[in-house]
C-alpha cells in the first residue's frame, strides 16, 4: 500500500511538470529593450577664456592749451605785449590697433582685464589768436603750433559686465599712456558672441566700445619760436618764451572690435 502511494505521486509530480513545461513553451517569446541613445548635452557658452583681437574707430581730440602772456623780457622785444590764445582744436582722425584679454564669469557678472595698443591720426595744427595789450606798437604774426598729439597710445583697464547669454554689457576703467605721457581711461560697450569660431578658437565675438582718455601734456609745452614782431620803423624779430604751463589733453574713441575667444566654450 505503501509503495503505491509513493508510485501515484511521483506520477503525480511528474505530470505536473510536464504541463508546466507545456504551458511555459506556449508563453511568448520577449527580448529586452534596447538601450536609450546616448545625446551629447548641448555645450553652454560662457564668456570665461583668452582672447585677442583687433578694432578700428573714429577718435575726437580735445587740446585745453592754456595762453601764453607777452610782455617784454627775456625773448620779448620792446613794444610786443599780449596774448596768445589757443583754440580748444576738437579735430578728429581714424583710429585702430590691438588687444588681448581674459574674462571670467560667474553666473551673469564677468570681470576681466584687458590691455590694447592704438595708432591715432590725430595730430594737426593748433589755432592760434593774438589779442595786443596795453603799450604794443609794431605788428605781430603768430608761428605755426602743431598740436602735439600723440600718434600712438595704449590703456590697460579692467572690465565688469553682465551677460545675458550671448551679449555682454560691460563698463571699463584703468591706466592709459603715450610715447611720453600717461592718463586714464573710461568707458563702456557691448558685445555678442558670434555663432562661428573661426581660426581655431571657441567663439568670435564682435563689439561696440566707447573709450574717454585724458592726459597731462607735461612734456609737450613749447619754449621756441612763437612768431615774428615787427616794431613801428624797426625790423622782424623772431620771439621765443620759456616753456608754459602744463595742458590737458583730452581724446575720445569711438570703435568696433573684433576678438577670438580661446579657452572654455
Do not use: H
Amino acid at each position: 500500500m505503501r509503495k503505491c502511494s509513493s508510485s501515484l505521486l511521483a506520477a503525480t509530480a511528474i505530470s505536473a511538470l510536464a504541463i508546466s513545461a507545456a504551458s511555459a513553451a506556449d508563453l511568448p517569446v520577449t527580448t529586452a529593450p534596447p538601450p536609450a541613445p546616448v545625446i551629447a548635452p548641448v555645450p553652454i557658452f560662457t564668456w570665461s577664456g583668452f582672447y585677442v583681437g583687433a578694432n578700428a574707430g573714429w577718435g575726437w581730440r580735445e587740446d585745453d592749451r592754456e595762453p601764453v602772456f607777452l610782455a617784454p623780457g627775456p625773448g620779448v622785444p620792446a613794444g610786443l605785449s599780449g596774448t596768445l590764445v589757443f583754440s580748444n582744436n576738437n579735430d578728429g582722425g581714424f583710429t585702430g590697433g590691438g588687444q588681448v584679454g581674459y574674462n571670467y564669469q560667474l553666473g551673469s557678472f564677468v570681470v576681466g582685464l584687458e590691455a590694447d595698443i592704438q595708432w591715432a591720426d590725430t595730430d594737426q595744427d593748433q589755432n592760434v589768436l593774438f589779442v595786443p595789450g596795453n603799450g604794443f606798437a609794431g605788428t605781430f604774426v603768430p608761428g605755426v603750433f602743431n598740436s602735439n598729439a600723440p600718434e600712438w597710445w595704449g590703456s590697460v583697464r579692467a572690465r565688469l559686465g553682465v551677460a545675458f547669454d550671448r551679449v555682454l554689457v560691460y563698463g571699463t576703467g584703468g591706466f592709459a599712456y603715450t610715447d611720453d605721457n600717461t592718463g586714464w581711461a573710461l568707458g563702456g560697450g557691448v558685445e555678442w558672441a558670434l555663432p562661428v569660431n573661426w581660426f581655431g578658437s571657441s567663439a568670435v565675438t564682435f563689439g561696440l566700445e566707447g573709450l574717454w582718455l585724458t592726459f597731462e601734456d607735461d612734456d609737450n609745452n613749447f619754449n621756441g619760436p612763437i612768431g615774428t614782431f615787427t616794431p613801428v620803423g624797426g625790423e622782424p624779430v623772431a620771439v621765443a618764451v620759456p616753456a608754459t604751463n602744463n595742458n590737458d589733453s583730452d581724446f575720445f574713441v569711438a570703435r568696433a572690435k573684433l576678438n577670438f575667444k580661446f579657452g572654455t566654450y
